[in-house]
């Protein structure tokens, strides 16, 4: 356990959790927010088709149960970090706020914020591979 502490890169896992709750989350929401009633019922039309064995309705539901999953994870995790890492998260990531704005509404000079921002986003990390939907989204040097 102490090699991969030594081993773990704290820029490329903030560089990575950043993206993933800019970038994956968003695209995740879009899938959950999806009404799993446009899932229709195969029919019957009577042309020959070719054989097709994947049930393309079950997939659909499976990302859309996937994606709700993830998204409630993500939400799980970020009300379970530090008071400061939450705030930060929450302003960052949930109500879409920029940095500067996060800074001065927590109160510490932009160089601090800096710093509190990769805990936080490492504490994210932490903490989200542990849950039921949550993935690994750490990053270890290949030295």
Known sequence: MIDLLEKLDYDATAKRVDYYLS?????????????PAVLKSPSMDGMP??????????????KYIDAKTEINAVGMVI??????????LTKLYI????NVIVCDSI??????????KKEALNEFADRFECVKGG???HVFRQD
């Open 107 to 116: 109160g510490y000079s932009h160089s601090q914020f800096a710093h509190l």
């Open 95 to 98: 109500n879409h706020l920029p």
């Open 49 to 62: 088709k070719n054989p097709h064995y994947e049930n393309v309705n079950e997939t659909k539901m499976q």
């Open 135 to 137: 993935r690994d989204l």
């Open 23 to 35: 970038v994956v989350v968003a695209r995740l929401l879009r899938i959950a927010n999806e009404n």
């Open 79 to 88: 009300m379970r970090c530090s008071s400061v890492a939450q705030a930060i």
